[in-house]
């Protein structure tokens, strides 16, 4: 299988351990998805139990489709990792700021 090397933010974090990617608060996914076009949310999560073993892979930010957040440039997150939690009911990329 061919394989492509890009250098993309880290998830350093996530705390939302009912997520089928968290393992020991670190998610696993190759990369995640951030936000709906206006809210942070991480559409990578769901719920499944059991889906991630003991991968050592720690994920990246894929894309980010919030385009008022500060660190969003061209669809893409600039900063050097985010850190993803609950806020509320909603699963959010917690290093969102606005510009």
């Not at 089928?20 to 769901?46: E, Q």
């Not at 994920?59 to 980010?64: E, S, V």
């Not at 008022?68 to 850190?83: H, K, V």
């Amino acid at each position: 299988m061919k394989q492509l090397t890009i250098d993309n933010p880290a998830v350093a974090s996530c705390t939302v351990g009912e997520c089928a990617y968290n393992l020991d608060n670190s998610c696993r996914a190759r990369a995640i998805t951030v936000g709906d076009g206006v809210h942070p949310g991480c559409d990578t999560f769901f719920m499944e139990s059991g889906h991630v073993h003991e991968s050592k892979r720690v994920a990246g930010i894929g894309a980010c489709k919030v385009t008022q957040c500060r660190f969003n440039d061209d669809l893409e997150c600039i900063t050097e990792a985010i850190s993803v939690g609950r806020a509320g009911s909603s699963v959010n990329c917690m290093t969102f700021a606005a510009r």
